[in-house]
């Protein structure tokens, strides 16, 4: 990426515009809970993973069932929870949440999925947090931070008083149409290890507010599934659990598998996003290997 200070001028520069000139886009949310990710079609399609017991569903029901203390608690028993229609869970995933959990990607997404088990106070507490969370600017190299904003605003955008408007134009037209796809024409790709939240971002946007980011970088978008792919050594690499894909990497030592498993989040979420274009296709014939599931 750019030099920070150089990033940083672009960034405020890019807020000053759609300050000035970005009124008429309206980007309010008005959509029904669960607006992030699970729309009904995604969930459906979970639940029967569930119901044919997929190895996919056996993997993570045995996780959460087993009690494996996992990264992304909040997340994983949300998940669960809707999948396997366990209220229980998602009480566990409230509580959480209301506690002393802090990362708003998983605040949002546990407010957004859970809310039928959110006592009145709970959900005034969780909001709370995220609306405090997303009042805060982002570096403008975090593509994780800027896609947690964009998610805590759509799932509190009943509680703004704009219903979320002035945080996803910010993000929207200040950012990511005024820096990061500008950065992208003059050739800055994005990291790679940034690229699940980016496509995160894209969905909840797309999903809510029908507008497709990927137009403002049509070409390097396009092709990216394929480029994604070929950045990675052709030999798999075998550990315990299964085998993984390792993306190309210029330090000593061994692979880093968190790396690897980011990079096939990403390659899943390409894919769900535009499963209709060939190079997507071409990627999910890869993805379709259960060896590396």
């Given at each position: ?31 029904d809970s669960p607006r992030l990710l ?256």
């Amino acid at each position: 990426m750019l030099a920070p200070f150089r990033l940083r001028f672009l960034f405020l520069t890019a807020l000053t515009a759609w300050s000035a000139f970005g009124q008429d886009d309206d980007f309010h949310i008005y959509t029904d809970s669960p607006r992030l990710l699970l729309t009904k079609s995604r969930l459906r399609l979970l639940q029967r993973e569930r119901d044919r017991q997929s190895m996919r569903w056996q993997q993570l029901d045995a996780l959460i069932s087993g009690g494996a203390p996992m990264p992304e608690p909040g997340f994983a028993w949300a998940l669960y929870s809707q999948v396997a229609k366990n209220p229980a869970m998602a009480r566990k995933a409230v509580d959480w949440a209301a506690g002393e959990a802090s990362d708003l990607r998983q605040l949002a997404l546990v407010f957004d999925w859970c809310a039928q088990a959110m006592t009145a106070a709970q959900a005034d507490q969780i909001a709370a947090k995220i609306q405090k969370a997303i009042a805060a600017s982002p570096a403008p190299g975090d593509f994780r931070a800027h896609s947690a904003r964009v998610l805590g605003a759509v799932a509190i955008a009943d509680r703004l008083p704009d219903h979320a408007e002035s945080i996803l134009g910010a993000e929207i037209q200040g950012w990511w149409r005024g820096v990061v796809a500008k950065e992208i024409e003059q050739g800055v790709s994005v990291p790679r290890g940034q690229l699940y939240w980016v496509y995160e971002m894209f969905h909840a946007i797309r999903d809510n507010l029908k507008i497709d980011l990927r137009e403002s970088a049509a070409e390097y978008f396009k092709t990216l599934p394929i480029d994604h792919l070929s950045s990675h050594y052709p030999a798999p690499y075998q550990a315990s659990e299964n085998e993984y894909r390792i993306p190309i990497y210029v330090r000593d030592g061994e692979p880093d598998l968190n790396d690897a498993t980011l990079s096939r989040a990403a390659e899943l979420a390409m894919v769900a996003y535009d499963d209709n274009a060939l190079e997507s296709q071409y990627l999910q014939g890869w993805l379709m290997q259960d060896r590396f599931v």
